[in-house]
């Protein structure tokens, strides 16, 4: 009868848990995040056109001011009609705007791969990573992806053509979450002024990982830290039970009714000090749990270059709700 | 089947639920999840106790439980009925005698005892053995006088409650059978009792053949209470002289032997305390003077007469009495004898000492000692007037050494041999068991 209610409690966990969706089902999500702009944290430095401020003034249809010529500024500029009504000679300053190169960085490690039958975690990530590259896709930022798993590095350069956030989801659908491989190696080597999205449950090398986001923030890019976690993890179960680490068969830790407690209190304690070390590098935290809409996340995150300045504790979600 | 000793069998089945609900309450690992932040829960010991609905190890608990039932049953003391022992007895075993005598007592009533019969002790007080074993006939203290009158009567009551159950109880009896047991109610409380009673004499020779030695009397020629002895024909089972002059270290070393010596001064030895006034008493009765007799001899013999009292007997037990209550005798415990004195003086002139009173008085205080273990058998005659049996003429009889109960204690033997054998399998099966997990 015990094994009958521990499985019970299991598939009630498992239809809580069940926030991921299908590929079939992705269309929703397109639907849902149709006409969200994922603006540049600050402007940015880049050449080709796209939908970000640039800190570039160019040829741009988009009059930002005059100013007097000088020597060496392209004759091309000069506004001929101003020169004649004035005798001054004027060139046009427009602003530019320019594209930002979006990296995904998602976490297919073995602690992603929970819970167990519904791999929701996993789904909700996925998710999330296909809403973000639509949404970037949107503003014609090229995308890409890099996903850590089992089998090692899975990279997929920044492409901006269409069916680049089909080719993401089908490369997500294809990996099945496992191992134990760091995540901050996968994002060594990426370009300066680049926007990287770090989706992961953060279990791992969390501390190599902000550290290589603050170099990407220090170089002129921008990284967003979505932290997935699932809601067996924020509210375990009530039983007695021997919880397992995925990545670590040797960590076995009993649940009881003291335990849970304690349990609840350090781990809401270090989701704190994780959103403040992020924080305090100027980067983006968002905490997603894995039952809520993949949309919403997009949304906050998509949001965060609105609100950087504000200081949104990271259990705050509901309230952004 | 019935047992011996049933608090072992509650024991034992207190002490097997215990185990059942040990074996639910065992040492377990929960079951495992994974959870891929169990990293911030407190480090605890993986395994802990926790409640099942099914018991755990169920072959240890059920050998574990085995050897707990073989345990107790074998300290219960299991008993299987048996046709043989369709007829109920009551065993009546006298323990008032020392311990020379309880050997022989005790190993006839235990050849005479079968599973299943009352068991009554007797000495002073009668009590019955609930439950009774052959090792019960010894769980019992020994005192200095028996009654056979109180063992009658409880075994009586033992044998109404058996014949309700069984189709014939007898009581069988199992006793020197002194003197000093038997009283004037012992024959009528027998007659109560409608059924068989069967007399099994042991630990003394019927007295028959036991010499009575007459009292020694050191008196002068012609002495009065040297005359009324004479004339009762007393004669002693036990050591008693009677002196009529003053003690002496010869005396005193006698009755350290055991012996009663019972000093009647015809004068007022020294020593003695002078009564404050001399005056007269008109009675004297003596009120116990030593151990009873079957024949109701010991009653109480008073003789009214005109007495003068100059001294009154040193401190000690008051064996008679003047009519004002004053004491007129006393006894002393001096070893394993008694020292009696007698403070009456007889007067010299008249037939006083002639007459049957002052006989039966000289006569019950020149009897043994009171404390004196010195006790005379009954003879054959008496006890068959005492307790008869009811159907077979001759009702005094040896009965065989019987061996019932060795069946039962070879199965309690065996019970433990299993429960040794369950114990070495238990082991084997729990360092499997613990070979597995690890």
Redesign the interface.
């Known amino acids: 009868?015990?094994?009958r209610r521990?499985s019970r409690d299991?598939d009630r966990q498992g239809r809580q848990d069940q926030g991921g969706s299908s590929p079939e089902t992705r269309g929703s999500l397109l639907d849902a995040i149709r006409g969200v702009k994922w603006p540049a944290l600050r402007p940015v430095g880049g050449v080709l056109p796209g939908a970000h401020h640039s800190r570039l003034r160019g040829a741009a249809p988009e009059l930002s001011e005059y100013r007097v010529y000088r020597q060496g500024d392209d004759p091309k500029r000069i506004d001929w009609r101003l020169l004649a009504r004035s005798d001054r000679a004027y060139i046009r300053l427009t602003e530019d705007r320019s594209i930002v190169p979006t990296m995904l960085v998602v976490d297919a490690t073995?602690?992603?791969a929970?819970?167990?039958r519904s791999l929701a975690?996993w789904r909700a990530a996925c998710d999330i990573a296909i809403g973000l590259a639509a949404v970037a896709h949107t503003s014609r930022d090229p995308v890409g992806m890099v996903v850590v798993s089992a089998s090692g590095m899975r990279q997929l350069p920044s492409r901006t053509r269409r069916g680049i956030v089909g080719e993401l989801a089908r490369a997500l659908d294809d990996i099945a979450p496992g191992g134990t491989l760091p995540i901050a190696p996968a994002m060594s080597g990426m370009q300066v002024r680049i926007r990287v999205a770090v989706i992961s449950?953060f279990?791992g090398d969390a501390a190599d990982v902000r550290r290589r986001a603050g170099e990407i923030a220090a170089a002129g890019g921008e990284v967003h830290a979505v932290h997935v976690v699932?809601d067996?993890?924020l509210d375990?179960?009530r039983r007695?039970?021997?919880?397992?680490?995925?990545?670590d068969a040797s960590?076995?830790?009993?649940?009881?009714a003291?335990?849970?407690a304690?349990?609840l209190e350090?781990?809401a304690a270090?989701r704190s000090e994780l959103s403040a070390s992020w924080r305090a590098e100027g980067l983006s935290y968002t905490l997603a749990r894995v039952s809520e809409p993949a949309e919403w996340v997009v949304r906050r995150v998509a949001g965060a270059a609105l609100g950087m300045g504000r200081a949104v504790p990271p259990d705050a979600r509901s309230e952004v709700r | 089947m019935s047992f011996a000793a049933p608090v072992f069998a509650w024991v034992g089945v207190a002490v097997a639920l215990a185990l059942v609900a040990l074996h639910l309450l065992a040492w377990r690992?929960?079951?495992?999840?994974?959870?891929?932040?169990?990293?911030?829960?407190?480090?605890?010991?993986?395994r802990?106790v926790?409640p099942?609905?099914r018991p755990a190890d169920l072959a240890l608990l059920a050998l574990r439980v085995l050897l707990v039932g073989l345990i107790s049953a074998a300290l219960a003391g299991p008993r299987f009925p048996s046709r043989a022992h369709s007829t109920a007895r009551v065993m009546v075993v006298d323990r008032s005698h020392g311990p020379e005598a309880w050997s022989e007592i005790d190993r006839t009533a235990r050849s005479a005892f079968r599973p299943g019969d009352a068991l009554v002790l007797f000495d002073s007080v009668a009590r019955q053995v609930r439950n009774p074993t052959a090792d019960s006939i010894a769980a019992t203290t020994v005192s200095e006088s028996g009654s056979m009158s109180a063992a009658l009567i409880l075994a009586i009551r033992a044998a109404t409650e058996l014949q309700r159950a069984r189709d014939s109880v007898e009581i069988v009896v199992v006793s020197p059978f002194g003197s000093d047991e038997m009283d004037a109610a012992s024959a009528s409380i027998r007659r109560i009792w409608p059924g068989r009673v069967r007399a099994v004499r042991a630990g003394a020779p019927p007295n028959d053949t036991t010499p009575a030695r007459r009292v020694d009397v050191r008196a002068r020629p012609g002495d009065a209470v040297a005359a009324a002895l004479a004339l009762a024909g007393t004669t002693s089972p036990g050591a008693v002289r009677v002196i009529r002059d003053a003690i002496t270290p010869v005396d005193g070393a006698w009755a350290r032997d055991g012996g009663a010596v019972v000093v009647w001064p015809a004068a007022a030895p020294e020593g003695w305390q002078i009564r404050a006034a001399i005056d007269t008493a008109f009675g004297v009765t003596v009120i116990s003077a030593a151990s009873a007799s079957p024949t109701g001899s010991a009653r109480p013999a008073t003789v009214v007469a005109p007495f003068a009292r100059r001294v009154a007997p040193p401190p000690g037990q008051v064996v008679a009495r003047w009519d004002d209550g004053d004491p007129a005798a006393t006894e002393l415990a001096l070893g394993a004898g008694c020292v009696r004195s007698v403070a009456v003086d007889v007067p010299t002139t008249g037939d006083l000492a002639l007459t049957p009173a002052f006989r039966r008085f000289a006569e019950q205080l020149a009897r043994p000692c009171v404390s004196s273990r010195v006790w005379m058998p009954v003879s054959d005659s008496v006890l068959s007037a005492v307790l008869p049996a009811s159907i077979l003429p001759d009702s005094i009889v040896h009965l065989p050494a019987r061996h019932d109960s060795q069946s039962d204690s070879s199965i309690a033997a065996w019970m433990l041999a299993a429960a040794m054998a369950a114990a070495l399998v238990e082991l084997l099966v729990r360092r499997g068991a613990a070979n597995a997990t690890a």
Do not use: C, Q
Not at chain 1, 240 to 247: G, N, T
Not at chain 1, 251 to 256: E, G, S, T
Not at chain 2, 29 to 46: H, M, N, V
């Open positions: 009868m015990r094994e521990g299991e073995a602690s992603m929970f819970p167990e975690k449950d279990l699932a067996a993890e375990p179960p007695s039970v021997l919880a397992v680490d995925p990545e960590l076995a830790r009993p649940f009881f003291e335990s849970r304690a349990y350090r781990f270090w | 690992r929960p079951p495992t999840i994974p959870l891929p932040t169990a990293r911030f829960a407190p480090e605890a010991p993986a802990m926790s099942a609905v």
